[in-house]
Structure formats: structure tokens, C-alpha cells
């Protein structure tokens, strides 16, 4: 095999090996996120991590294969694209390390938040059975909270609905107030107001010709059917 095709091979697998690990990491990721996630790790979640780490030793592996290969061609001149492929090589997989890190971090995080809640609820639940007199008391006081709760909201709607009522106040008032300066200063103009009942006289006398016609239609519909 020629070292050409050696460096190939070898990046093509190192590119496939970086692919799986990325879909790896979102299989693994998911296990933060389990409603109700095991104190302990599960099957599933030993070997998806083993196979994580597995692939990030195989790259280990072939980024040291392909630095000898690029050594060994050093006497017929280092390509310098190779070396910033190896470097980039090199980059993603400590890239990878991290956040293998930081998801086993989330993930035990989480773990110890559900373990926690799981004992609180456990004395919780302890202390109830040992004190029922105590329980009792704790339930009277969630549901006086709930009615409590109940009679903040019926005010706070209140509260909103005379709010309105007064901006309809406030609206009907100003409206009252325009209309009696419209009337005033029709008042002071001369004519206006004889100009305003011809023209309120106008489209009454229209609207009764056109009741009168729409009348007239119907009743030739009538006669015809």
C-alpha cells in the first residue's frame, strides 16, 4: 500500500469514527433527560458509554498512525495539508473528551436531583405515617392555599372588570362632551343647523323611496312566482 493510500484509509476511518461518536452522543445524552431516571446507571446507559469510550480510544489509535505515516514522508517533503488535517483530527477528539465529560456530569447531576426529591418525598411520607394528626393538618392548610388562591383570582378579575367599567365611563362622558361642543358651535354658526335637519330630512325621504321600491320588488316577485 502505497503511504497515499495509507493516509486515505486512515482518515476515512478517522471521519466515520468521529460520525459515530457524534450520534453516540445523542443517544447518551438522552438518558438526563429520563422522567424518572434509575439511582443507578442503567444496561443501556454502561454500554452506550462503552462504546464511547471504545471509539475514542480507536481514534487515539489512528490519529497516532497517521503521525507516524506523516513523519515517515518527511524526507520526501511534509505535505502541509496533511499536517493541518492531523491537527484538526487531533482538535475534534479532545472536542469529544470534553463532552463526554460534561454529559456524564449532566447526566449524574440529574441523577442526584431525582435521588434527592426521592428522599424528601420518602421522609415526607415517613413522617405522615408517623404523625397523622400532622398530616392532617398539612392537607387543611394546602386547601385553605388553594382557596386563598381562589379568592386572589376573583379579586384581581374584579378589580379588572371596574377598571373597564370606568374607561366606559370615561368614554361615554368625553363622547357626551364633543357632542355638546359639536351642538354649541353649530348653534353660533348661522345656517348650519337649517343645513344639518335638510340633509338629515334628505336621507330620510331617500330611505323611504327605497323601502318603498324594495316593497314594490318584492311584490312583483310575489306576483310572478
Known amino acids: 500500500m502505497t503511504s497515499t493510500g495509507g493516509w486515505a484509509q486512515l482518515r476515512g476511518q478517522a471521519r466515520s469514527l468521529e460520525t459515530q461518536t457524534e450520534t453516540l452522543f445523542h443517544t447518551y445524552s438522552q438518558f438526563a433527560a429520563v422522567p424518572n431516571i434509575p439511582a443507578k446507571p442503567s444496561e443501556d446507559e454502561r454500554v452506550a458509554e462503552a462504546k464511547i469510550q471504545d471509539i475514542l480510544e480507536k481514534r487515539e489509535t489512528l490519529i497516532a498512525h497517521l503521525t507516524r505515516l506523516l513523519d515517515s514522508e518527511a524526507t520526501l517533503g511534509q505535505s502541509g495539508l496533511k499536517q493541518n488535517n492531523l491537527s484538526r483530527h487531533r482538535e475534534i477528539l479532545q472536542e469529544h473528551r470534553q463532552e463526554l465529560k460534561r454529559l456524564k456530569s449532566q447526566i449524574q447531576d440529574a441523577r442526584n436531583r431525582a435521588n434527592l426529591l426521592s428522599n424528601v418525598r420518602s421522609d415526607i411520607d415517613a413522617y405522615h405515617s408517623n404523625n397523622p394528626e400532622a398530616a392532617e393538618s398539612d392537607y387543611m392548610l394546602g386547601e385553605r392555599g388553594h382557596i386563598d388562591n ?52 334628505k336621507k330620510r325621504r331617500d330611505g323611504i323611496i327605497m323601502g318603498s321600491f324594495i316593497a314594490f320588488c318584492f311584490l312583483l316577485f310575489l306576483y310572478f312566482m
Open 150 to 201: 381562589s379568592n386572589n383570582m376573583a379579586d384581581n378579575i374584579l378589580i379588572q372588570a371596574y377598571a373597564v367599567n370606568d374607561n366606559f365611563v370615561q368614554q361615554r362622558e368625553m363622547l357626551s362632551s364633543i357632542n355638546r361642543r359639536i351642538t354649541g358651535a353649530a348653534a353660533q354658526v348661522p345656517g348650519l343647523n337649517s343645513l344639518i335637519g335638510r340633509i338629515s330630512a
